[in-house]
């Protein structure tokens, strides 16, 4: 059973397009983030809610819109994408918002935008 | 704000051999450490964390992170590594107060050797 899902696995697409990553976890878990990981391996936090609520917001374009319709999931929308939004994007899940819990990661989703 | 510094991009070793991954931070306040690992075409998963008590931790696949106040360090080592520890590696800090926010270095990539 996988505890982090993320669909697609790959997104190609053309700047300007919209699009959205979803992410389900199976573990209970209230707190939910999404990572950017771009071509260097670097790996920065966007966002992260608890219990469908937004407790971190970092300086992320507002481009990009979270949405949490349950604990379960929380996706990820980008609209009018550029070229430098093409990076491997990760759902990652806690327990609690707690700063000493593990988090479990999802495969990634490679966004490749032309 | 916290910062991590993982001082070697790449570290190739040979099977059996010992090796030691290098992590800095720097944070006005007191931090919880973690290592996570990335194997290939997969999401993080945690290897081992301080968060109290004694200052050297152990995984169950034997690494073991030893956390330096002094030199604000935490450096990840094996005595013995396999070709299944090929794999990124990533040092990350939280802050101890308020939601979990993971800020991550750049990520050492280790690679066995037969």
């Known amino acids: 059973d996988t505890a982090v899902s993320q669909t697609p696995k790959y997104l190609v697409t053309q700047m300007g397009n919209d699009k959205s990553i979803k992410c389900e976890q199976n573990?209970?878990?209230?707190?939910m983030y999404w990572y950017k990981q771009d071509s260097k391996k670097f790996l920065k936090i966007m966002f992260s809610y608890n219990n469908k609520e937004l407790i971190i917001n970092e300086t992320v374009p507002n481009r990009f819109s979270p949405k949490s319709p349950d604990k379960a999931h929380l996706n990820l929308h980008i609209n009018s994408l550029e070229l430098g939004d093409s990076a491997v994007y990760f759902c990652?899940?806690?327990?609690?918002?707690?700063?000493?819990?593990?988090?479990?990661f999802g495969p990634g989703t490679r966004l490749t935008v032309l | 704000a916290q910062s991590v510094t993982q001082l070697d991009s790449q570290v190739p070793v040979f099977e059996e051999a010992p090796v030691e991954l290098r992590c800095n931070y720097s944070s006005s306040v007191s931090v919880y450490l973690f290592w996570y690992v990335q194997y290939p075409n997969q999401g993080l998963q945690l290897l081992l964390k301080?968060?109290?008590?004694?200052?050297l931790v152990e995984s169950i696949n034997g690494f073991e992170a030893e956390f330096n106040k002094s030199q604000t360090s935490f450096h990840l080592r094996k005595p013995s590594v396999h070709i299944s520890d090929t794999a990124e590696y990533f040092c990350a800090v939280s802050r101890l107060q308020g939601a979990q926010k993971l800020v991550f270095g750049q990520g050492t990539r280790l690679t066995i050797n037969p």
């Open positions: 301080y968060l109290s008590g004694s200052t």
């Open positions: 573990l209970g878990h209230d707190t």
């Open positions: 990652a899940s806690s327990l609690i918002a707690a700063s000493y819990n593990e988090q479990f």
